[in-house]
């Protein structure tokens, strides 16, 4: 007997022969739609985060085209729509801000249209969260296309790396070895190419994520953007869509416990940002897998790094890609029993099967794990009368000599003051201190600092986030945050800190009788929030030991809408 067809989602919209149905069809086809492609086939939205003014994601418009020919070509419907961008490098006063934002847009644009499954169009840093948060919390079935990153800067003969090389070149300038002419003929040599960052930061990190969760097609996390292959993996990623629809394989088949634990020892051995790990925290939330920080290090902890990319190592994306990008990594790592390996993906294969016969074609891009570039790497979950519900440190950007530290802290009461006060030629600090930055986390600047922390290596400390593509040793995401009035609040110049990797320890020596009197006088420092969704932004975001969501986009709502529009 022919296999029965199934009705889909979109058929309470398209698949009715009453007022409203019409209504549904008609206003469609003034776009030039025939009527036979309401005929119940899927419907598959392809949700677009492109923006000019996001330029990591300006080339994604031609992308979705691509996607488009995949969906056509194996009987869907594809129709885009946009959601707010999020740029790293132009939206203030950060990116991170309006992440939960966009997480929203995607949710009820998903709930309240007719759309059977989604490809998401990610790129640039928060973008990639942001739209799996929202189809997490509607459990669709969904698949990830990312832009890609940039190729490779190039600068006097030599690669240069996106953000990583920024910040260095930056500091030559205030040294003088480098003048300011060089630094701005570098600004052109850097961004050669369509593509988010080249760099092991933030947006090759969550699309390293998304492939490593089984979100993706193979291969997803590296090709470069203007590689005519990322085209195929679009093309060949709407043709997936539409079958995964019929499947029903929705996210919450594919996102289980084991698929974090992948993902979180992939991160280690890509030397990935620690902003993977807010973001994790918050997509679990959502589908309701109960990750926590301390997974991420109990996880992580003996995963060693095998990636020599930028900012930890030395090589860039591209490099990455040609050397067998992250299915190689992937395979080495099943093959030392570190992965799940019949953990599901999108392919309707387990990621094993997937990356099994995986070539690694450079050993000095992605090393063997009889030769890492780090032995542990992973997120450090650092505890302690300093970080009560923890804080995080990416060994494998730190500097050795300062895993293990004491020093006297110099205190930065926000980002104004610390840029006012670290130019000071009179500012009592030397290689030994501790910086301290405060006011910088989810609610006090508010949406999380991405701090560089302009110097040379040294210990530092706050409660922001840092750029994916910086490096240093630096102690970030304290929890309790300073303007949730956590211990870091109550830091003074001249307090000695103690840092302990290893013991994963972050202590302030102070006594609890000093810093109850200090908090018995602290008063929280002025926010400048003056209302609107920033001030909803304050009231509902959850530290970042919880992902930094809001307290009510916790959970799975589904795809059900009880009334019509008309």
Known sequence: MPEQKRTFRSAAWFGRDDKDGIIHRGWMRNQGFPSHVFDGRPVIGICNTWSELTPCNAHLRTLADQVKRGVWEAGGLPLEFPVMSTGETNLRPTAMLFRNLVSMDVEESIRGNPIDGVVLMCGCDKTTPSLVMGAASCDIPAIVVSGGPMLNGKFRGEDIGSGTDVWRFSEEVKAGTMTQLEFSEAESCMSRSAGHCMTMGTASTMASMVESLGLSLPHNAAIPAV???????????????????????????????????????????????????????????????????DDWDRIGRNTPTLVDLMPSGRFLMEDFYYAGGLPAVIRALDEHNLLHSNALTVTGRSIGENCKDAPNW?????????????????????????????????????????????????????????????????????????????????????????????????????????????????????????????????????????????????HLDVSDEELTRRRADWTATPSPVTGGYQQMYVQHVMQASEGADFDFLVGCRGTTVTRESH
């Not at 560089?452 to 040294?458: I, S």
Request: hydrophobic residues 45%.
């Open 227 to 293: 590689d005519s292959r990322r085209g195929v993996l679009a093309h060949m990623s709407g043709r997936r869509i539409v079958d995964m629809v019929r499947e029903d394989l929705c996210l919450s088949k594919i996102l289980k416990w084991e698929a974090f634990e992948n993902a979180i020892r992939v991160n280690g051995a890509i030397g990935g940002s620690t902003n993977a790990v807010i973001h994790l925290l918050a997509i679990a939330g959502r589908i309701g897998v109960p990750l926590t920080l």
């Open 362 to 506: 450079n050993e000095e891009v992605i090393r063997p794990l009889n030769n890492p570039l780090v032995e542990h790497g992973g997120v450090a979950v650092l505890r302690g009368n300093l970080a009560p519900d923890g804080a995080v440190l990416k060994p494998s950007a730190a500097s050795p000599h300062l895993m293990r530290h004491r020093g006297r802290a110099v205190v930065f009461r926000t980002i104004e003051h610390y840029k006012e006060r670290i130019v000071d030629p009179d500012l009592d600090v030397d290689e030994n201190s501790v910086l301290v930055l405060q006011n910088c986390g989810p609610k006090g600047y508010p949406g999380m600092e991405p701090i560089a922390f302009g110097v040379k290596d040294m210990v530092r400390v706050s409660d922001a986030r840092m750029s994916g593509s910086a490096y240093g040793t630096v102690v970030l995401h304290v929890c309790p945050e300073a303007a949730a009035g956590g211990p870091l609040a109550l830091v003074e110049d001249g307090d000695i800190i103690e840092l302990d990797v290893d013991a994963r320890r972050l």
